[in-house]
């Protein structure tokens, strides 16, 4: 998920990143947090991963990153063509506070990936065990969460 990534810890994440680690409060604690090793790109080509253990969803993750698109960027994925290699279904999630994000449910991933001010945000899973349902629901609970509340 992460090229170059290197098992890390919040607090790293938080010094490391170049940009502002929302740590996604509302969903627990990770089972690891992986960073873009800060030796091998700058700030703005830096990711961050949250990974998560489900019982009942599997393993996902949630990724930040500076954003490097758009909204309707973003939001135009949607009119994705199957001929052109688009698999799955790609609509429009409604998130809290207004933003918009995409869910893809596809063969092998299920994903939503939204923009906040600068960063962007992905929610990815396995498709055999991470519907879209559960998805969006993890994606609403990480644009609830309050930026600094985990250390």
């Known amino acids: 998920m992460i090229v170059n990534g290197m098992t890390s810890t919040?607090?790293?994440a938080k010094r490391e990143m170049g940009f502002e680690v929302l740590v996604p409060s509302l969903l627990g604690e990770p089972a690891r947090v992986v960073i873009t090793s800060p030796d091998s790109s700058p700030p703005r080509f830096r990711l961050t991963g949250f990974?998560?253990?489900d019982?009942?969803?599997g393993?996902?993750?949630v990724i930040e990153a500076v954003s490097e698109?758009?909204?309707g960027e973003l939001e135009?994925?949607?009119e994705?063509?199957?001929a052109a290699g688009c698999?799955?279904?790609w609509t429009i999630a409604e998130l809290p506070r207004g933003i918009r994000g995409v869910l893809v449910e596809g063969p092998i991933t299920t994903f939503v990936m939204w923009l906040e001010g600068e960063r962007r945000f992905d929610v990815i899973g396995p498709s055999e065990t991470f519907d879209g349902s559960f998805a969006t629901e993890v994606a609403s609970n990480v644009v609830l969460s309050e930026p600094g509340t985990a250390s």
């Open 51 to 53: 990974i998560y253990e």
């Open 59 to 61: 393993t996902y993750w």
């Open 87 to 89: 698999e799955g279904s």
């Open 69 to 71: 698109t758009s909204q």
């Open 55 to 57: 019982p009942e969803y």
């Open 10 to 12: 919040v607090g790293e």
């Open 76 to 78: 135009s994925l949607t």
């Open 80 to 82: 994705c063509d199957p």
